[in-house]
């Protein structure tokens, strides 16, 4: 048989995806080389971006694999070793695809990303819980997602992804942690133990600035934010931030938790953000019998929308309410969100109906560059 050639082993190290960065490591400049040697046996050396990079085995394993399902391939063997600075400008270069050294890439002109700051009154309401549901929903549409956990004082998203990885640095840019096709990135990955974060404004405002900034996201389709219960400083830092992020209120069917997360989202009135909309939870208890039980009442979420309807002088619609469901909390405990674990169950369908209804509200394309050019 014919030794491979140099193409179809460039083709199948094209197949490999870096875990972190998402794409195939012949476009990172991953690959120093790859080449056939006698008796069908092949050997590439992949570059990594850095040495201690905790994807390793990963990236060996899974380019053996592509390197194997080469005709003709008896024997792969892939050796490792590490980009040189210049290498990694390089790399750091073609991630940016020539935006602006520095800046918030969510605010380009052309960014395409929609981009969601899910909030809620006071604590407790499942805000966490919804967010990591919604993006893991769109994520297995095929939409790319990203999380920022805004929520420093009360990190979770971390644990209710089930991510332990922590993020890898390249120089000063920051690769999150990917789970469930989803890439996130959380304080909770930056301080030792369950150590509490004793920040004050300025300093919240600070990381968050970092993780808008230094972290790399990529292209993504939609990035969702974590706040913090209420509307304090991380609210206003993430309008002064992001100022195109629309607000998703979560609450729960209880009047009076409707009156607190009516402020969460009018605070959008005064930085001039959109409310995308209003989702319930915990809106009721299905039990044994079939019944269903209103645990917090009925009605909350309807009366908030047509609130901050009021409030914000625009529709602002009850996207969905998620009924109270033992699977979620223990789907959030094992690091396996519920649309994932459970997917059948009533909450599953009410959280997948509602990022359904997020997938397909439209970006505005007014004013984008398209990067059409014509042809000859
Ligand atoms: N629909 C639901 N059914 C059952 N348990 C739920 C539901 N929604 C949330 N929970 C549980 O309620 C608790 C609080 O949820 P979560 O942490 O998501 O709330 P939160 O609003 O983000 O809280 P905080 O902002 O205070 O961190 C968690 O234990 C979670 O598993």
Known sequence: MNAPSQQAL???LATVIDPELRRPITDLGMVETVEALDGGRVRAVVRLTIAGCPLRETITKDATAALMKVDGVTDASVELTVMTAEQRAELKERLKGGSPERGIPFNDENS???????????????KSSVTVNLACALAAR??????VDADIYGFSVPGLMGITQNPTRVDEMILPPVAHDV??????MFVAGNQPVAWRGPMLHRALEQFLTDVYFGDLDILLLDLPPGTG??????????PKAEILVVSTPQAAAADVAERAGAIAVQTGQKVAGVIENMSFLTLPDGSTMEVFGSGGGEILAKRLTQTVNAPVDLLGQIPLDVALREGGDAGLPIVLSEPSSAAAQALTAIAAKLAVRPRGLAGLKLGVTLAD
């Open 233 to 242: 400083d991380v609210a206003i830092s993430v309008a002064q931030l992001l």
């Open 10 to 12: 460039l083709a199948a």
């Open 183 to 188: 890439k996130v990135i959380s304080i909770g």
């Open 112 to 126: 395409l990303t929609r981009v969601y700051a899910v909030a809620s009154g006071k604590g407790g309401v499942g």
């Open 142 to 147: 095929g939409l790319r997602v990203g999380i």
